[in-house]
């Protein structure tokens, strides 16, 4: 059973334009999320993370938000550009709990110059 | 620093081999986690060590699988014997508490023929 969802396997967005990559979990338990990415043959990276005390963090270009009555969030980016092309991979934690990240199979965006 | 270091980067193997991958965290961080990303499975936690000491092994496939932490500064990850469908990439990462980012290795590619 996935805890956590990212539905979209690829987006493709316009350089300069915005991407939106969301994520879906199911454990309510969940409250403290992170967004990684990933280039080929290089392991994730971390880019952002909430806390679920909060429904909106920003750094830069990257803006997470979440809605915990829907048990959604969404990643930002704004504007794209073409070094954004990385998978990025949704992941969610239970503070207090067993410490373990779940992580979801992860969105390859593509931005075209 | 170096960032997590592992070894080999790639390796290619015959089903029935033993398999030792490597690891060395980052100086000073408490927890290391070893992770296997697959297409169909994503990147799922295998296991993973606070202050040397395994805490949760709940991933770990099989009992072909095993993990060590003798010191601070190294981990392996054994597979004996190996299996076709062991092929995929081990990150292994570590952080300085659960709750902070977790920086990954570049991970080791191996493919069981």
């Known amino acids: 059973d996935q805890q956590v969802k990212q539905n979209s396997p690829s987006l493709s967005v316009q350089e300069g334009r915005i991407s939106i990559l969301n994520c879906d979990y199911t454990n309510s338990m969940f409250d403290y999320f992170l967004w990684y990415k990933k280039y080929p043959a290089e392991g994730p990276t971390f880019l952002i993370s909430i806390s679920s005390i909060k429904d909106k963090n920003e750094d830069g270009r990257f803006t997470v938000f979440l809605n915990k009555s829907a048990k959604h969030l969404s990643l930002h980016i704004v504007p794209s550009q073409p070094g954004d092309s990385a998978v990025y991979f949704c992941?969610?934690?239970?503070?207090?709990?067993?410490?373990?990240?779940?992580f979801g199979k992860g969105t390859k965006l593509t931005v075209n110059p | 620093d170096a960032g997590v270091i592992q070894s080999p980067r790639h390796e290619v193997t015959e089903m029935g081999q033993e398999v030792t991958l490597r690891c060395k965290p980052i100086s000073g961080h408490d927890y290391l986690f070893w992770y296997r990303q697959t297409m169909m499975r994503g990147l799922e936690l295998l296991i993973y060590f606070n202050n040397n000491v395994p805490i949760d092994d709940s991933g770990m496939p099989e009992d072909r699988f095993s993990a060590k932490m003798p010191n601070a500064s190294f981990s392996t990850l054994k597979i004996q014997p190996s299996e076709p469908r062991d092929s995929a990439v081990y990150f292994c990462a570590s952080s300085r508490d659960v709750y902070n980012e977790q920086f990954f290795g570049p991970g080791t590619r191996l493919t069981v023929l």
């Open positions: 992941a969610a934690l239970k503070k207090g709990g067993s410490e373990k990240l779940v």
